[in-house]
């Protein structure tokens, strides 16, 4: 008898969560519709040939193609919701890489830490356009120090968290030619302990990751301040939805016992949030956390990435782990 993979899935994720007694499970307190996250442990389907390294970024472009990003060889892994893989490429300085996005012409973009550059590339992976100057740090005008992040504008202007190093937000045009640039060191509003990840809404205003002050900082391409979100989460990757949802995840916002510290690294927990443009909270969903990486399917540790498709399904990358994941929603 032939077995389908719908079947296969089927019955995998039956017996994940037979082994693991739950799933995700969360309520939307606008509407009290229950969502269900159930791992896909099947997905991608990688070649034995590849190797996943720690994996920090994840994207998903208008087709439905899950771009992942990985300290390892290919760098950049594309698969189908499916799981089939469409291409891969490698980039120069893997090790560095961090966060993968896709810009509104349909390029890929990528930062790296160890190069200090951002890059962009076709969707073929032909490099079109570098940021910094590759194995030098700076903090001028033409150079990062490990930047973390970018999101490409609706113009094609670039904003850039520069990031591990600088502790600012870098505004270049869609030529990438330097506008302006705002931020500093600090736990002040409008400053930094680090920028470590940022997405843009419809109306252009800016949300930064601000991940060692557990906070998401929302600001306009000005650098004006419009809003601090303290104490929700510590946030490691945003997701910003077509709706205008910002998808967050990290762990719990938690300070060190006896210290004014936030408790970052190892972090406490593993979760995902969604918040609206206001920073209410529309939804809250524990994930299973390991200690020993990379765990079973559907656990996770440092979670990084986080990224959905079309039909709203979530998708996930850790660096402890050294993996991408698929969480399959039912409503």
């Given amino acids: ?9 089927t019955a995998m994720l039956l017996l994940i969560l037979l082994g693991q007694g739950c799933a995700p499970l969360c309520v939307d307190p606008q509407n009290g519709t229950t969502v269900k996250y159930v791992v896909d442990p099947t997905w991608p389907e990688k070649p034995d040939r590849f190797t996943w390294g720690q994996t920090p970024g994840v994207t998903v472009d208008n087709q439905d193609h899950i771009y992942v990003f990985t300290r390892s060889d290919p760098a950049v892994q594309v698969y189908e919701t499916d799981g089939t893989l469409v291409r891969a490429w490698n980039v120069a300085d893997a090790n560095g890489a961090h966060f993968i996005r896709i810009g509104p012409a349909g390029n890929v973009w990528t930062a790296n830490i160890r190069s200090h550059t951002i890059r962009k590339y076709s969707p073929e992976g032909k490099l079109l356009l570098t940021l910094g100057e590759p194995g030098r740090a700076g903090a001028d005008r033409s150079h990062f120090d490990r930047p973390t992040d970018m999101v490409v504008l609706p113009s094609g202007d670039i904003v850039v ?15 990438g030619k330097y506008v302006n640039e705002w931020g500093e ?54 997701w910003m939805s077509k709706d205008d949802e910002i998808w967050v995840c990290g762990s719990s916002a938690r300070k060190k ?18 918040l609206n443009r206001k920073g209410t909270v529309l939804m809250r969903i524990p994930l299973l956390m390991t200690t020993t990486p ?38």
Avoid at 1 to 9: A, E
Avoid at 294 to 317: C, M, Q
Wanted: aromatic share 8%; glycine share 10%; with cysteine.
């Fill in 1 to 9: 008898m032939r077995v389908t993979r719908s079947v296969l899935v």
């Fill in 161 to 175: 968290s520069d990031g591990y190093g600088n502790r600012r937000i870098v505004h270049f045009d869609a030529t």
């Fill in 185 to 238: 060191a600090g736990t002040q509003p409008g400053q930094f302990a680090l920028p470590h990840a940022i997405v843009a809404d419809s109306q252009g205003r800016l949300y930064v990751a601000d991940r060692e002050n557990a906070r998401i900082q929302v600001f306009d391409t000005k650098g004006k301040l419009l809003a601090v979100w303290d104490d929700l989460i510590t946030p490691w990757g945003l």
């Fill in 257 to 274: 016992e006896g210290t004014g510290e936030w408790d970052v690294l190892p972090p406490p927990d593993q979760l995902v949030m969604k």
């Fill in 294 to 331: 990379p765990g079973k399917p559907g656990e996770l540790n440092w979670v990084h990435g986080i990224a959905f498709d079309s039909r709203g399904n979530l998708y996930l990358t850790d660096i402890q782990g050294h993996r991408a994941q698929k969480f399959v929603c039912e409503p």
